[in-house]
């Protein structure tokens, strides 16, 4: 299997849609599509902004198979809905990271108080499963762990983050990293 690479709506864990959009449509900017060629913080050529995609019925299957984490999880806030909050997060890399895609308009949206808190929370659970938790601006990342915030730089297609666990005298610590992916097996 061929990792998928982050930013982009294939790299979806696939939940289930609970919810309906709405007049949000905000994963048509902040994410890429492969299918499409579109980059990542930038508005689609097919995206009606607060209204929908032109191109519905035909649209890329990554399109069809997306769905955010506020769309799939009926525990997330209904109130944090993405249009309103700037900031689209999703379950990715098979369920290891969940990512906060950010509104490159607005970039310190993900420090806002409530979606900080909703980060650190997850961050503090992620902990305990080996699990990610990390910020695009872009791709530009930024792991958020339970005792700090690393700036990892810009991520690529082609590149992953990974965590690794460093004794202290304080006790294990986390310790993320942006490195190549491994070559594709045959
Ligand atoms: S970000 Fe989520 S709620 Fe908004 S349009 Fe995309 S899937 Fe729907
Ligand atoms: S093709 Fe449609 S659903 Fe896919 S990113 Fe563009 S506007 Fe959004």
Redesign the pocket.
């Known amino acids: 299997m061929t990792p998928t690479p982050p930013h982009t709506?294939a790299a979806d864990a696939g939940l289930a849609q609970t919810r309906a959009c709405g007049t949000c449509?905000l994963?048509?900017k902040v994410m890429a599509?492969q299918a499409?060629d579109?980059p990542i913080g930038a508005w689609?050529q097919?995206?009606v902004p607060g209204r929908g995609?032109?191109?519905?019925e035909t649209?890329?299957q990554e399109?069809r198979a997306f769905n955010c984490l506020w769309l799939g999880d009926p525990k997330f806030p209904e109130h944090l809905r993405p249009d309103r909050t700037k900031v689209v997060f999703v379950v990715e890399a098979g369920g290891g990271r969940i990512a906060a895609y950010v509104d490159p308009n607005v970039p310190a949206a993900w420090r806002q108080r409530e979606i900080y808190s909703v980060l650190k929370n997850l961050a503090v659970q992620a902990a305990q499963t080996r699990r990610q938790v990390v910020t695009f601006v872009k791709d530009a990342a930024t792991a958020i762990l339970p005792d700090r915030d690393v700036p990892l730089g810009p991520v690529h297609i082609g590149q992953q983050i990974i965590y690794s666990m460093r004794e202290t005298p304080d006790g294990p610590r986390i310790e993320p990293r942006v490195e190549p992916l491994p070559p594709a097996s045959a």
């Open positions: 709506m449509t994963c048509c599509v499409l579109k689609c097919h995206c995609c032109k191109i519905h649209r890329p399109c």
